[in-house]
């Protein structure tokens, strides 16, 4: 209810521009969660997940041929 409050409340959403109706959707989702769950901003000092490890970034970098797979194989292959 609150969100379909907030929508209603966002603006013309027959708007013909995209991002102006994605930005007030956006804002108004963010707005509720926040509201309704609380707001904790959480550092992340391992940029990358647990289960990325040499291996997975090897197999990636075959499947994808990039050079940001290799570069991140490579990063895997350091750690």
């Known amino acids: 209810m609150r969100l379909e409050r907030r929508l209603n409340r966002a603006r013309n959403w027959e708007s013909n521009n995209v991002e102006e109706?994605?930005?007030?959707?956006?804002?108004?989702?963010?707005?509720?969660?926040?509201?309704v769950c609380g707001w904790r901003q959480c550092r992340n000092v391992q940029?990358?997940?647990?289960?990325?490890?040499?291996?997975?970034a090897y197999l990636?970098?075959?499947?994808l041929q990039t050079?940001?797979?290799k570069e991140r194989y490579q990063l895997a292959k350091e750690w």
């Open 21 to 35: 109706v994605w930005s007030d959707f956006r804002k108004s989702v963010m707005e509720t969660a926040a509201e």
């Open 47 to 56: 940029k990358r997940t647990r289960w990325w490890n040499e291996e997975v």
């Open 60 to 63: 990636k970098w075959l499947q």
């Open 67 to 69: 050079p940001e797979a």
